[in-house]
């Protein structure tokens, strides 16, 4: 416990804004509290009034009846008493006081028969009260066996005129009592449960400030990693170009063996390997920080795409692959030339990887007020469950074909970021040992002026 509360106090002091959310859950809780305590008051309030208005009812009535108490048989009267104090729970007693020649008082009648003609001690300040002022019932509150009870006294006078007569009426409050006591019970449960309610909602709070904190760290950390992989990638640019500068020296210098030839092409291979995952990885640093740059002109798609494909014809060469441009429509598109050639190369140039025989062909035309640029091949197909990772980093179908095959697996995260930064749209359908359909999608460029 003492180490929770340690735990407690250090998140305390380390997030203030966690003091404000504990203030405002204790004023509330403690708003809670007074309304409570005021409430109970008052409703304790009100039912002992409405005790004293009853009591002070029943002796009104009893003034009218008891015009002179000589005229009364006491024995009948107590009778009388006996059952108006039944009719009312709260009646503990209900006696008719008279005062002597000696000036002391003395019970007359009373609900309790016994007491008849026994001498009344109490509430002497009552009665002089009572006697003061002919027109009041006068209340004091006292207690007895742990019991609160309200004594009402109210003075009579005979018929001679005389102040000598006084009725009496002791009303229990632990009725009032226990009701108050219960509903006062219940709003403590209630406040205790409103108080682990807020507690709760603290402690929910007081994590959700970790997460924050937790988050913070975790974006510090990420932009570290971007920075370190944007660093070394650039670092190892250099001395690649380098590798590959000097291994094309070598492999056109005359006095290689057929091994030595076969060695120098194996670290050609290898650097040209890691030079194209350092420039997919400098381009994933560049999209993620916000930093690649996006130069728009108007371009014609069709010299585009006839451009690229020569390019890659001699790759198709290799492959015994035909490979074919079909232009239907083609329409000017406003996108950045150098980043439109990379989507293309990455799209015609998977293709090209990815078939064993058969072709390759780019097809233009328009829909819908748009470009597409269509690239088909009956190469090896992507299955239904590879199709759906296929947009992800360093996804890479894994079978025995693609394993020789080099590749990343960024290309078309890439691709897809950037065709989608130009406005555009890309869409991959394909069937396992049939082929694969992508289809390219822009806005085709309207010159307004
Ligand atoms: P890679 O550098 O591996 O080619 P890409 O992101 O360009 O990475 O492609 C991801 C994966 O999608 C590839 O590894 C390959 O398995 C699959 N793929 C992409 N294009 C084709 C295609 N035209 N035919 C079959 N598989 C393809």
Redesign the pocket.
Known sequence: MPRTLHTAWNKLRSHPQLWYTLFVALVIAGAFFVVVYRFSNIAQDAEERVQQVRAGSLLEVFTVLLPDSGAINPLYASIKMKEISELDKTVLSFDIVKENSDGKLVVFASSDSTRIGSEYRNASLSFALAKSDITNAYTTQHVLNNDRYFKTVRAVKDSRGLVNTYIVVDQSLSQADVVIEGAIRNSMYLFSLMLIGVMILFLRHARTIDYISLYKRLKEVDTLKDDFISMASHELRTPLTTIRGYAEFLNESKGLSGKEKEYVSAIDTSAQRLD?LVS?MLDVSRIEQGRMSFNYTEVVPENIVNEIVESLRGNAVKKNLSLSVQIKDSKIIRVDEVRLRQVLV??I???I???REGSVSVGLYTENKEQVIH?S?T????SKD?QEH??EKF?????KY?SE???????????KQIIEHMHGSIQ?E?IENV??H?KIRFPIYLNKK
Do not use: E, H, Q
């Open positions: 194209y997919d990455n799209i140039g998977n293709s990887k990815y078939t690239v091949d190469g090896i197909g992507i590879a296929l947009f996804y890479r179908v894994k079978n693609t095959v080099v590749g990343t697996g960024l290309g078309l995260w890439i691709t991959i394909s082929g694969t992508t």
